[in-house]
T-cell receptor, first 114, second 113 residues
Framework: QKEVEQDPGPLSVPEGAIVSLNCTYS??????FMWYRQYSRKGPELLMY????GNKEDGRFTAQVDKSSKYISLFIRDSQPSDSATYLC??????????????FGTGTRLTIIP | NAGVTQTPKFRVLKTGQSMTLLCAQD?????MYWYRQDPGMGLRLIHY???????AKGEVPDGYNVSRLKKQNFLLGLESAAPSQTSVYFC????????????FGSGTQLSVL
């Protein structure tokens, strides 16, 4: 079983819809949670960063972390065609090691249909 | 502002050939990383560096070597390429080791025939 599970999709939704992307994990020591967005033939770029549990909002994007269920989500409101990309979740347990312990999900490919 | 630059962008090798991938960052970051991305596998760490002159193994280091002679550069070498090393390779850098923002390059598509 992978430490981080992410539905690969593909996921297609009409423009303006609310998108929900999710990851589950098994390592209860994870405390830093991130979402990266990756456009085709590009490197990932950080979209959202959350420490521990709770919600974080940035414009049309909301990241949620539920540590009791080992479940994280990314919501995109008023989705736009420019949101079409692959979304990667990532998480780490800082034990003095830092980024080398960052574990990525496999990514969900999202397409927003105009 | 260039950020993280990877060269080359594409490369085709024959089994047994060697090559070096170059990563350069202009953000004065201490930490640099090499990942490979394969379908269904996600991003996996090959090697990383916590500063000039240092290197360490990641999750999948076999068949690769790295060097960080200058702070701004991180080189990934394949001494004897194998078809299993066909992948997209990404270099990343960061200023903070604690799960902070990773800046990625645009990747190198490598095919080993």
């Amino acid at each position: 079983q992978k430490e981080v599970e992410q539905d690969p999709g593909p996921l297609s939704v009409p423009e303006g819809a609310i998108v929900s992307l999710n990851c589950t994990y098994s390592n209860s020591a994870f405390q830093y949670f991130m979402w990266y967005r990756q456009y085709s033939r590009k490197g990932p770029e950080l979209l959202m960063y959350t420490y521990s549990s709770g919600n974080k909002e940035d414009g049309r994007f909301t990241a949620q972390v539920d540590k009791s269920s080992k479940y994280i989500s990314l919501f995109i409101r008023d989705s736009q065609p420019s949101d079409s990309a692959t979304y990667l979740c990532a998480m780490s347990a800082y034990e003095g090691f830092g980024n080398e312990k960052l574990t990525f999900g496999t990514g969900t490919r999202l397409t927003i249909i105009p | 502002n260039a950020g993280v630059t990877q060269t080359p962008k594409f490369r085709v090798l024959k089994t047994g050939q060697s090559m070096t991938l170059l990563c350069a960052q202009d953000m004065n970051h201490e930490y640099m990383y090499w990942y490979r991305q394969d379908p269904g596998m996600g991003l996996r760490l090959i090697h990383y560096s916590v500063g000039e002159g240092t290197t360490a193994k990641g999750e999948v280091p076999d068949g690769y070597n790295v060097s960080r002679l200058k702070k701004q550069n991180f080189l990934l070498g394949l001494e004897s390429a194998a078809p299993s090393q066909t992948s997209v390779y990404f270099c990343a850098s960061s200023s903070d080791p604690v799960g902070e923002k990773l800046f990625f390059g645009s990747g190198t598509q490598l095919s080993v025939l």
